[in-house]
């Protein structure tokens, strides 16, 4: 497989160096169908050697929480998609034409994923041979329906290869489909690296219009007022507006649980000085000019622009932002050694809470094994040397580990240190690594 692999990459690399501006418009449009299709292909393979990978258990021996996170590990994908390939790789494993039909590039994974998932929520009940006909009537149609329509007809499929069947389970369909809502249901927040954060996800039809009818009352148009040189908000905007307000007024109520001893709240990290000093005000001007510019070395005023602070999800945050943050905010001091180090500010008690769990947050930003992405909010804070073998609770025996790799820590040959810089850092077992050399976290890392 190797050979043939390396055959197909030095096939493409050539592709990509020969010029199209000379191809004729049919050309094009052909050659992006069957570029189209090796990529399918080509994902197909990938499918298939992620069930492979999962059967030898790759992704456990290798301390992954996940397959998704093995996948981040070992090829680079975000986890978003991670969780896309994992799900082909169980859809192509399960349905060996399909499996086929992916692999000669008639069906596109997004279309075999939709097909999988149809002939999966058919009733318990439905023959093999209905099953059968489900899945390859499906294939046919994916010819000619991209995945919104495919998924569509994929619903009432039984419909056409048993009515009988259809007409009995017709008063079980809404059953099925609110049961697949509350399986499937779930949303995530995935930072893209650049200051905005991506929200994806799904919701049942009841849990929808719980969240609409909160929603609708404060993302009306009519609620925008007029703001000279203020684009008018966008409805997508409002409804962004509307849930970012919703849930900064239930965090100043006080209505949520505690989380790790503390109540729920918005960690922000910043200079106090930055934190006390308004932003220098510039001239006023149009908006054909753009905005005012502060001073800063070299300009007249001469005063360095505030740096702002980070967040506790390690995502840069304005100055001013910061501020109106603090407006009604409890004010919570970290203090800060001269690189940056959290001081120790350890308590003579077992569990970790309060200040030196906030601590922990602060220097390790979520779990801190390596590849872990989970946040801190996920996490147990862990003992480097046993409380009961006399290890202090303190941040310099300490570190945030999420409940699986706390799991592996304790029962694998995996181990924890706190580093000169004190920070941890994880030496692997010699199973994976004969040198064992000393791994960190880099998702949490500051800025």
Same mark, same amino acid.
């Given at each position: ?14 592709? +990509? ?18 570029? @189209? ?42 986890? @978003? ?75 009432? /499929?039984? +419909? ?8 009995? =389970? ?18 995530s927040l995935s930072p893209r690296g650049d200051g905005l954060v ?71 990290? /910043?200079? /106090? ?29 001469? *005063? ?54 906030? +601590? ?21 804070? =862990? =003992? ?29 040959? @995996? ?24 791994? *960190? ?7």
């Amino acid at each position: 497989m190797l050979e043939g692999l390396a055959q197909v990459r030095g096939a493409l690399a050539e592709c +990509a160096d020969v010029p199209v501006w000379s191809s004729s418009d049919a050309q094009v449009g052909d050659a992006l169908l069957q570029a @189209w299709a090796c990529a399918q292909q080509s994902l197909g393979v990938v499918a298939n050697l992620i069930s492979e990978a999962e059967a030898r258990g790759l992704p456990k021996k290798e301390a992954a929480s996940n397959t998704p996170v093995w996948l981040r590990q070992r090829i680079r994908t975000s986890m @978003w998609e991670g969780r896309r390939l994992a799900k082909l790789a169980a859809v192509l494993r399960d349905y060996p034409a399909l499996d086929v039909a992916v692999s000669v590039g008639e069906v596109s994974t997004e279309q075999a994923t939709v097909i999988g998932d149809a002939v999966t929520e058919l009733p318990s009940d439905t023959s093999a041979d209905a099953k059968e006909k489900s899945e390859s009537l499906l294939i046919s149609y994916a010819a000619r329906f991209d995945p919104l329509p495919l998924a569509r007809i994929g619903a009432r /499929i039984l +419909a056409h290869v048993d009515p009988e069947a259809a007409d009995r =389970h017709d008063a079980e369909a809404l059953k099925r489909q609110e049961e697949r809502a509350r399986r499937m249901r779930g949303f995530s927040l995935s930072p893209r690296g650049d200051g905005l954060v991506r929200l994806s996800g799904w919701l049942g039809e009841a849990a929808a219009a719980a969240v609409n009818a909160a929603l609708d009352p404060l993302c009306r148009p009519g609620r925008d007022a007029e703001i000279e040189g203020e684009p008018k908000r966008t409805p997508m905007q409002r409804r962004a507006d509307a849930l970012v307000d919703i849930c900064n007024r239930v965090l100043r109520d006080g209505e949520l649980p505690v989380s790790g001893g503390d109540a729920a709240q918005v960690v922000v990290t /910043i200079p /106090i000085d930055d934190l006390r000093t308004e932003p220098a005000q510039g001239p006023a001007q149009g908006p054909a000019q753009g905005p005012a510019r502060e001073p800063g070395p070299g300009r007249a005023g001469g *005063r360095q622009p505030s740096r702002g602070g980070l967040l506790d999800t390690d995502a840069p945050i304005s100055a001013a932002e910061a501020r109106m943050l603090a407006c009604d905010a409890q004010i919570i001091p970290s203090v800060l050694g001269t690189d940056g180090q959290v001081l120790d500010i350890g308590r003579a008690k077992r569990p970790f809470t309060g200040a030196i769990r906030r +601590a922990m947050i602060l220097r390790d930003r979520g779990c801190a094994f390596p590849s872990c992405d989970r946040p801190a909010r996920w996490t147990d804070g =862990h =003992h480097i040397k046993p409380w009961a073998d006399g290890g202090p609770t303190a941040l310099s025996n300490a570190c945030l580990l999420c409940r699986y790799h706390h799991g592996v820590i304790h029962h694998t040959d @995996w181990q924890v240190r706190i580093a000169e810089d004190g920070n941890p850092e994880f030496l692997p077992p010699a199973s994976i690594d004969p040198s064992r050399r000393p791994l *960190r976290n880099i998702f949490h890392r500051r800025r």
